[in-house]
């Protein structure tokens, strides 16, 4: 990408253009569909027919019928409809931390979110987060107790569906342990609910190992969403289910005006044409792992580091200000993702703590992008702990100079450590460390003036 004074950035952030930015065949695509006929999915076209195929010989073999609709807000709203159709009930069960949409119906469904008081949802069961890493158990132990948890719920409220991010992206890129999801699928199966994989972030062989994430675990869901990178960053989402869960929603009017529409089903076809043409899943998988391989080092290196996770093109860095604690950083979150993006690598932040750096790029970034991002990581990181030693260096100085001086000492330590601060959100160490240390030495002299004393 570049910005408007034509300074290219390397994007880590935008799984929408899922295979590159203004690729030339999705261009393409849509401006040829757009040129010939574009209309409401009222009126026939080979397009939707093409793509409802293609997009279900990518699904396992019971998933056969697709709803075509613009967003993975209201591909995951439509399928909460055909679930409690489905099932005769309200109750749908969801992750904390998760993030489905914003419409009314996936607000509720989101946790992530923050609600305004009237948009408390009704008929939602929230389960906790299975991240073995924050609660510093084997995958295991996390499955036995997420297994054992919902079990419990499930006596008094028995599920319309249950709904799960593949991997929980603005939940901090949080990988669902070993067991996991197949014994979910399982629990709710048994109480007679609709099982609901959101791929709308992780899907079309981001993950490298799999077209979808849910395929790695061995479980099958009964609906699956999907969104964002269909569409290459056109309007562009899709609902997929078993011809059972669609019949039982034939009585049910649903229509969707742009929803399949000729040039978002030919852009459709075009990306998974591209996705195979050009080998993007087995990129993924090749370069994401080059990315893994070389983050590994930095968490020796670095203490903040407390984990470095990712599949394929998923990828988290989270930080910590005391590994044995695991108690989050997010300042220095926050500071790595601004010194990055002044070295034009673009990353994002998130998580319930909002400590952790994740990246999810174009397919189709490659291993020496990936050597970038490394070197403007660490470099971010190196920069913080850089300016942090100046202000305890600075603090420290203050103290000697007037260990009494209390009423002095404070109003110019807290104009020092706000002077670190920003310091430390904009500047590069070669600045920040200086300035820090010069106004420690300004403080310095001004107390020991006020002392009788020679600075």
Excluded at 80 to 109: E, F, K, M, P, W
Excluded at 142 to 169: C, F, G, H, N
Excluded at 413 to 442: I, M, Y
Aim: proline share 5%; aromatic share 6%; glycine share 8%.
């Amino acid at each position: 990408m570049a910005t408007q004074d034509g300074k290219e950035h390397l994007d880590l952030v935008n799984n929408v253009c899922h295979v590159g930015h203004c690729h030339p065949r999705i261009a393409t695509a849509a401006s040829v569909q757009l040129g010939r006929l574009n209309t409401n999915s009222r009126y026939l076209h080979d397009n939707i027919v093409r793509l409802g195929y293609e997009l279900s010989q990518t699904m396992p073999a019971q998933l056969t019928t697709c709803f075509f609709v613009n967003s993975g807000s209201e591909a995951n709203d439509l399928a909460l409809r055909l679930a409690r159709n489905h099932c005769g009930r309200q109750d749908v069960y969801t992750v904390d931390g998760a993030y489905h949409g914003n419409s009314t119906a996936t607000l509720a469904i989101s946790p992530y979110s923050r609600y305004a008081p009237i948009e408390k949802p009704d008929g939602v069961q929230v389960l906790m987060q299975p991240d073995p890493y924050r609660l510093g158990l084997t995958e295991r132990e996390v499955t036995a107790r997420a297994l054992d948890e919902y079990a419990r719920k499930l006596k008094s409220a028995p599920p319309a569906a249950y709904i799960v991010e593949s991997i929980q992206s603005c939940g901090g890129q949080v990988f669902l342990p070993e067991g996991y999801l197949r014994g979910m699928f399982e629990l709710t199966r048994a109480h007679g609910g609709i099982c609901i994989s959101d791929e709308v972030q992780t899907g079309f062989g981001r993950v490298g190992d799999a077209f979808w994430e849910f395929e790695r675990h061995g479980a099958c869901p009964d609906i699956v969403t999907v969104g964002k990178p269909f569409g290459n960053g056109f309007p562009l989402a899709a609902v997929v289910t078993t011809s059972a869960v669609a019949e039982t929603f034939a009585a049910c009017e649903y229509f969707n005006t742009f929803g399949g529409n000729p040039v978002s089903t030919a852009v459709g076809l075009e990306v998974l044409g591209v996705i195979a043409d050009e080998q993007l899943q087995a990129n993924a998988k090749a370069v994401g792992a080059h990315a893994m391989h070389a983050l590994a080092p930095l968490a020796t290196r670095h203490m903040s580091i407390g984990d470095v996770r990712g599949k394929g093109l998923m990828i988290g860095v989270e930080f910590v200000r005391d590994r044995a604690t695991r108690e989050p950083w997010p300042e220095l979150a926050k500071h790595v993702m601004s010194h990055m993006r002044s070295n034009r690598v673009l990353v994002s932040v998130d998580g319930p703590h909002a400590s952790v750096v994740k990246m999810k790029p174009p397919m189709c970034i490659t291993a020496s992008d990936m050597d970038n991002m490394v070197d403007a990581l660490e470099n971010a990181v190196h920069d913080f702990h850089v300016t942090q030693r100046a202000a305890h260096n600075a603090a420290s100085a203050i103290a000697a100079a007037a260990p009494s001086s209390t009423s002095s000492v404070l109003p110019a330590l807290a104009d020092l450590l706000r002077h670190a601060d920003s310091s430390a959100s904009a500047a590069p160490s070669t600045a920040a460390a200086p300035n820090a240390n010069a106004a420690a030495g300004a403080v310095a002299a001004m107390i020991a003036r006020q002392n009788g004393r020679k600075p």
